[in-house]
């Protein structure tokens, strides 16, 4: 398509909405993209309402021609993620672009130039992007596995984008894989089974389910292991206290006691891991709605969720034990204690595990040996500014 692209930032209600509706338009015929609420994309981007903009700057985007709006996207900086060492990925003077949509590749580059042009203004040195908003909601660009609809909080994108992107001069700074396991109703290895048998007959190891009737206590300790167990991974961007507590209170309703673990050793905590069932599957036929109906019937399915397909998203061992064969011990009784419950409660029979880290060594070799494989890819791109 021809015609002038004129950019321009959103600074208003109206500009807000055209953002927002600019994303369910230009997927509306791709079988596989999930529409998000639209409520929860308001509150996303809304100050006061999403903890995340207490610690940041954003700008949104339009871009439009002949009058029509026709991409979006945005652009942003995060006060902590300019705190972080440099060589974890983020630190000084890095600034990231985001939830981009484009009609056409003209239009991808205008955005992406004006977003580039703004984190210049505001003294960015450098880009990481796509990040949408931050590195715990959808980082990265989808450049594997658009043959299938992502699970909850991962990112799908139009497979041109990653031309698109990859000509305004980027190049990858760090690959995401999320692994697929299928007919997990047919359990694990045999040496996956023996690690977990003997892991039962330690006194020192306590596996066991999220005591929901605690659920602030919990929630304490699992964000606690996982700030400090993340604390040294590329891309790392610790939580405040007030995105712990509104995280908390988002997730609450997709906890399933059984399929949410914490280990401990000799008494203390020293792992976690969460699996959820994949809620995407009910809201791609909401068409982002809620209302009138469709809330009812979500929270009818969140009462007791029969669901297929889970997705396993974070896991955290406490530092001392990283990088021993009590972490992989400890991760294979938690993930064969949900496999147990998600497969015997709500009809499992497929997982998915991840966003991992190319270079995540251990996360790896313990998606190698529970057999699964690589059925997504994202890439992070970096661009000096």
């Excluded at 709605?289 to 974070?314: C, D, G, I, S």
């Amino acid at each position: 398509m021809t015609g002038q692209i004129e950019i321009t930032p959103v600074t208003d209600k109206s500009g807000l909405n055209a953002f927002i509706d600019c994303a369910y338009r230009l997927n509306a015929s791709d079988p596989n993209w999930v529409p998000p609420l639209r409520a929860d994309m308001v509150e996303l981007l809304t100050p006061g309402k999403n903890p995340f903009h207490e610690h940041a700057k954003m700008q949104l985007f339009l871009a439009k021609r002949g009058g029509a709006v026709v991409g979006r996207i945005s652009a942003h900086y995060d006060e902590l993620a300019l705190a972080q060492p440099p060589e974890q990925g983020m630190g000084p003077g890095t600034g990231n672009w985001g939830l981009m949509e484009a009609e056409d590749e003209a239009v991808m580059a205008a955005l992406i130039a004006r977003a580039e042009d703004w984190l210049r203004e505001q003294g960015m040195t450098r880009v990481l992007a796509p990040i949408s908003l931050s590195v715990w909601e959808e980082p990265g660009l989808l450049v594997k596995g658009h043959d299938h609809p992502p699970m909850l909080l991962m990112g799908h994108h139009n497979a041109a984008y990653q031309g698109w992107v990859e000509t305004q001069g980027y190049e990858t700074a760090k690959r995401l894989f999320t692994y697929d396991l299928h007919n997990v109703k047919d359990g694990f290895p045999e040496l996956v089974n023996r690690i977990v048998a003997s892991g039962e007959r330690s006194k020192k190891i306590n596996v066991r389910p999220v005591n929901t009737s605690d659920f602030s206590g919990e929630t304490n300790i699992i964000l606690g292991i996982l700030n400090s167990a993340w604390s040294s991974n590329w891309g790392f961007v610790p939580f405040t206290e007030t995105e712990k507590a509104y995280g908390a209170k988002k997730l609450k309703p997709l906890i399933q006691s059984g399929a949410n673990m914490i280990a401990e050793v000799d008494g203390e905590p020293a792992a976690f891991m969460l699996a959820w069932p994949d809620i995407n599957l009910k809201l791609k036929d909401y068409g982002g709605k809620l209302f009138p109906f469709n809330w009812a019937k979500l929270l009818w399915w969140l009462r007791n969720p029969t669901a297929e397909n889970w997705r396993v998203p974070l896991m955290g061992v406490i530092p001392k034990y990283q990088n021993t064969r009590l972490a992989s011990q400890l991760a294979f009784m938690m993930i064969e204690y949900i496999r147990r419950y998600a497969t015997q409660n709500h009809g499992a029979t497929r997982a998915e595990v991840g966003w991992i880290l190319e270079d995540n060594q251990g996360m790896v070799a313990i998606a190698d040996a529970i057999e699964s494989r690589v059925n997504r890819e994202y890439r992070i791109y970096t661009k000096q500014l």
